[in-house]
């Protein structure tokens, strides 16, 4: 009837639905450690092999979504924002389109973005699956986009072992149990293997990030084996 269809895969949710899901059995450390690895390699492909090189530009949890296959499979979408600089980060109502914590400093400044910003919302991501919480302090609610920019300027990373020795003891365990893994031995994998790592790729000067996520790759992949 002259109608125009478009056909996609069905994906079963995000990783946000992924983590939360009933009856999921695979929540430790070792599958997050999987998935992000799975998600790095994908990035770098886009940044170093796609003709032409893509930009995403606003990586976060609900962007990456994941297949009913066994095992699963999980893929990086929502391409849309790739073009948007500048005001764009900035919802007519005056609301980031973005989560602050994920978005770098020259994505709202000059505009001028490349690769970088990527590595650092996918070092937030894998920070957050690791500790269950953001490398900066909470955002102020901001309304402008001068604002915006001073708040992601300004926001200064935390170690991932620091951030968790601050937390009760109760607390702490609590996290690591639901990652399936001894609590000091969490501690003691944070500050040997990943605080260096994650301090690099949430640093606020691009230039100070690592230049390709196959570092990232690379090092969950080491850790892995």
Not at 10 to 31: H, I, P
Not at 86 to 115: K, S
Request: glycine residues 6%.
């Amino acid at each position: 009837n002259n109608q125009t269809l478009l056909c996609m895969e069905l994906a079963r949710g995000d990783l946000v639905t992924y983590f939360n899901k009933e009856n999921n059995t695979d929540q430790s450390l070792l599958a997050k450690f999987r998935i992000l690895s799975d998600v790095a390699a994908g990035l770098h492909y886009l940044h170093h092999v796609a003709n032409p090189r893509i930009i995403h530009m606003d990586l976060k949890f609900n962007n990456i979504l994941w297949f009913n296959d066994t095992p699963h499979r999980f893929k990086i979408t929502d391409f849309g924002f790739a073009q948007m600089m500048g005001t764009g980060v900035i919802t007519a109502d005056g609301q980031p389109r973005t989560p602050p914590a994920y978005l770098a400093p020259e994505q709202i400044g000059t505009g001028r973005m490349d690769m970088k910003g990527d590595v650092l919302a996918l070092g937030v991501l894998l920070f957050e699956l690791i500790t269950g919480r953001q490398p900066f302090a909470p955002f102020p609610l901001v309304s402008n986009l001068e604002d915006l920019r001073r708040a992601v300027r300004d926001a200064v990373p935390l170690k991932a072992s620091e951030c968790l020795n601050t937390l009760p003891k109760a607390q702490l365990t609590g996290i690591a149990l639901a990652r399936r893994v001894d609590p000091a031995r969490l501690l003691q994998l944070l500050e040997v293997h990943f605080d260096g790592l994650l301090m690099r790729t949430v640093q606020k000067q691009p230039h100070t990030r690592p230049e390709s996520l196959l570092v990232v790759a690379e090092a969950l992949q080491g850790y892995l084996k």
